[in-house]
């Protein structure tokens, strides 16, 4: 069930991001806004799967990893409140983008870049640590986060390079996922007997 939660997130997220507008103009303003409110929900949802699975490191990375992942929710949330749901609405009401919205996107921009950065750092802990733990049976998930969260650093959620980058976010959490779950499995097994 862990596996399966943790790859939610992101393929949600791929999916949102076949349908994510490449303009913001008068006529993607209605489903910019609308889908921003929707990934307010669901971009949060990553950074909680790397807190889990942060959650059998040791002491030392766990919480400087959490912390990384709370950036992420914290600052990635940041841009889609202000350049996504905030962006949207200014261009409905202008009936098109103009100069005023310029600074929105700005900061936006500035402040999901860092939260970008954050997932990227948490990723790395939870790749280094599963690795340690997993060996081989991490190698596959590890890639799959690493690319992914490489990808997303300048990606977002945009067709094709950020749905790619979402699938392989969620197919790299879920291999570590299971990696950490049969190992736990066979050292419970391993102690029964």
Known sequence: ???????LPGLILAGIGLTHPHHLDASTAQWWQNMHIILAV???????????LLDESPK???YPGRVLAFGFVVFY?????????GGGAMTLANG????????????????GTFGAWCFLAASVAIVVCALLKHRLKAL????FLLVGS?????????????????????????????ASASGRSTIEDSTRT
Not at 1 to 7: D, E, P, Q, W
Not at 80 to 85: E, K, M, N, T
């Open 77 to 85: 949330g940041a841009l889609d409140a202000l350049a996504g749901i």
């Open 140 to 143: 596959p998930g590890t890639v």
């Open 60 to 62: 030392y990375v766990r």
């Open 96 to 111: 098109g983008r103009s100069a005023a919205d310029e600074p929105l996107f700005k900061i936006g921009n500035q402040l």
């Open 150 to 178: 490489y990808l997303f650093l300048d990606s977002h959620i945009y067709w094709p390079k950020g749905v790619i980058a979402c699938t392989c976010i969620a197919v790299g959490l879920a291999a570590i996922s299971y």
């Open 42 to 52: 669901i971009f949060p949802l990553l950074g909680a799967a790397q807190w889990v």
């Open 1 to 7: 069930m862990r596996t399966l939660l943790v790859a």
